[in-house]
């Protein structure tokens, strides 16, 4: 039971442009979101998060929109090469699932020089 | 300022063997927390430690067991190995319970042969 989905396991955006990765969520209980970027051969290294009671979190170019329900976006504006990397969304639920990230399996990211 | 640090980087075992994998959590941060990342999928919470005790738990069957030991290291063992327990070892360590906030290792590639 995937219970953080993110159905593009792919994406390929020019240089300059904005990259849109999704993320939903089925389980409610879930009250904090998170985004994780992976190179090969690299840990995940964490981007930017959003509380559930928010809508919009900003960091630099990155931005995460929680504007639908069960429904999460990041959104990289301008697209660089160096962005081209696994993007995993993770939910956790605290204190109903202590503090564990559950992770989607992740978007390919691929920007075009 | 060394992160997190995992050995070994790649490990290749026979089915029916064990393995102790090793985790060095970032300076400062006294929780370690692993995940086990299969080919194509998001990475999955195996368990956390704090204290040198386990704290939580994800659903992984007995096989499965840690430590952490007095200076916030950590191990991960893996009796009677199967073939579906190939996959990348993240260790991430943090300080306290933050909501997300985790700093991942590389990782170690185990294949059972």
């Known amino acids: 039971d995937q219970q953080v989905k993110q159905n593009s396991p792919s994406l390929s955006v020019q240089e300059g442009r904005i990259s849109i990765l999704n993320c939903d969520y089925t389980?409610?209980?879930?009250?904090?979101f998170l985004w994780y970027k992976k190179y090969p051969a690299e840990g995940p290294t964490f981007l930017i998060s959003?509380?559930?009671?928010k809508d919009k979190n900003e960091d630099g170019r990155f931005t995460v929109l929680n504007k639908s329900a069960k429904h999460l976006s990041l959104h990289i504006v301008p697209s660089q090469p160096g962005d081209s990397a696994v993007y995993f969304c993770a939910a956790s639920a605290c204190p109903e699932y202590g503090n564990k990230l559950v992770f989607g399996a992740g978007t390919i990211l691929r920007v075009k020089s | 300022d060394a992160g997190v640090t995992q050995s070994p980087t790649h490990l290749i075992k026979t089915r029916g063997q064990q393995v102790t994998l090793r985790c060095s959590p970032k300076s400062g941060h006294d929780t370690v927390s692993w995940y086990q990342q299969a080919l194509g999928q998001g990475p999955q919470f195996i368990f956390q430690y704090y204290e040198e005790e386990e704290r939580q738990r994800g659903n992984f069957p007995d096989r499965f067991s840690g430590h952490q030991f007095p200076n916030y290291s950590s191990e991960l063992n893996v009796n009677a190995l199967l073939l579906g327990d190939s996959a990348l070892y993240l260790c991430a360590s943090s300080l306290g319970h933050p909501r997300g906030g985790y700093t991942f290792g590389s990782g170690t590639r185990l294949t059972v042969v």
């Open positions: 959003i509380s559930s009671i």
């Open positions: 389980n409610s209980m879930f009250d904090y």
